[in-house]
């Protein structure tokens, strides 16, 4: 990984704990556990919802100056093997927005937020200056 994905993915790395589903009702999200997802500054990550867990391949990058992560994942689905794509951006609140694919199966968008405990930087302009407001 380069100096500039290790500082994008500083923004994103850490638990974050799912907080909307736009497929899912939160207590679905929350049937086994508190629904999260969580990225390692190294590229790798996971996840848990419902009976869903997955373990991601990340690529960090930026979107409109703004830390954002790409990426496959490889999982289960009550013991059943599943697998898919997705994406997570941090936005101005500070939040996570992102969405969330199954191969050959549902999708859906996501919004996160720091899982207590994790201390989160809001997102940076390129230039590295804090959005007005912030």
Request: charged letters at 30%; aromatic letters at 10%.
């Amino acid at each position: 990984m380069t100096r500039s994905d290790s500082t994008r993915a500083a923004g994103i790395a850490g638990k974050w704990r799912i907080s909307r589903m736009d497929t899912w009702a939160q207590d679905a999200v929350d049937l086994v556990g508190p629904g999260f997802l969580e990225f390692d500054r190294d590229g790798n990550g996971r996840f848990g919802f419902i009976a869903v867990t997955g373990w991601m391949d990340c690529r960090h990058g930026a979107h409109e100056g703004r830390p954002r992560v790409e990426f496959s994942w490889d999982g289960s689905d009550e013991g059943d093997h599943i697998s898919g794509r997705g994406w997570a951006e941090l936005l101005p609140d500070g939040s996570l927005n992102g969405h969330l694919f199954i191969h050959n199966g549902d999708d859906s968008g996501f919004t996160a937020v720091p899982f207590p405990g994790e201390d989160k930087p809001r997102a940076r302009t390129s230039a590295g200056r804090r959005r007005v407001g912030q």
